[in-house]
């Protein structure tokens, strides 16, 4: 086990696009149990891959709060978001200190493989979907301050303009 260093702000890894797992070998399976020990080490509710360096499609995240329950995803996909969105604050480890509103679906369908490579789907809500919208968006370089409203979007590039 490894805990491995966060990218931020800048760094362009978090800008990239990543690649889909093609054979979970045993790197990849180490690399998995290497972020979730990362993400549970700062505290986080979920983590990508590109957030430690690894342009390749894999997350992390917090699946169950009250048993500590970290799900490991491989090329995940999201199948169905919900119409209903809500609007709630958001983090993001590379991204210490920032904290913005956000809006996303609040029910979502999401696919991928376990580190098993067995196929598995699931219906997340609330706080977990938002969390896999967010993770997801790591995975294709987008940054939860790109799903800002054009007037948020203003004001967050006139505060943080190295950033955006
Ligand atoms: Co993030």
Redesign the pocket.
């Given at each position: 086990m490894a805990i491995l260093e966060i990218k931020k702000f800048n760094d362009p890894v978090l800008r990239k696009r990543c690649e889909s797992v093609k054979k979970i070998d045993r790197d990849i399976k180490k690399f998995v149990v290497d972020i979730a020990q990362t993400m549970k080490k700062n505290k986080g509710n979920?983590?990508?891959a590109p957030?430690v360096g690894v342009l390749k499609r894999i997350i992390v995240v917090q699946a169950d709060l009250e048993n500590q329950h970290i799900l490991g995803l491989i090329n995940p996909i999201i199948l169905e978001t919900s119409r209903k969105k809500k609007k709630n604050i958001e983090g993001?480890?590379?991204?210490p200190g920032i904290f913005l509103k956000i809006k996303r679906a609040t029910k979502i369908e999401v696919e991928g493989l376990d580190i098993r490579g067995k196929k598995i789907k699931l219906e997340a809500k609330g706080l977990l979907a938002r969390v896999f919208q967010?993770?997801i968006d790591?995975l294709d370089g987008i940054?939860?301050f790109k799903r800002l409203n054009f007037l948020q979007k203003i004001k967050f590039k006139l505060k943080y303009p190295s950033i955006y």
């Open positions: 979920g983590l990508a957030q993001c480890l590379s991204f967010h993770e790591h940054l939860f």
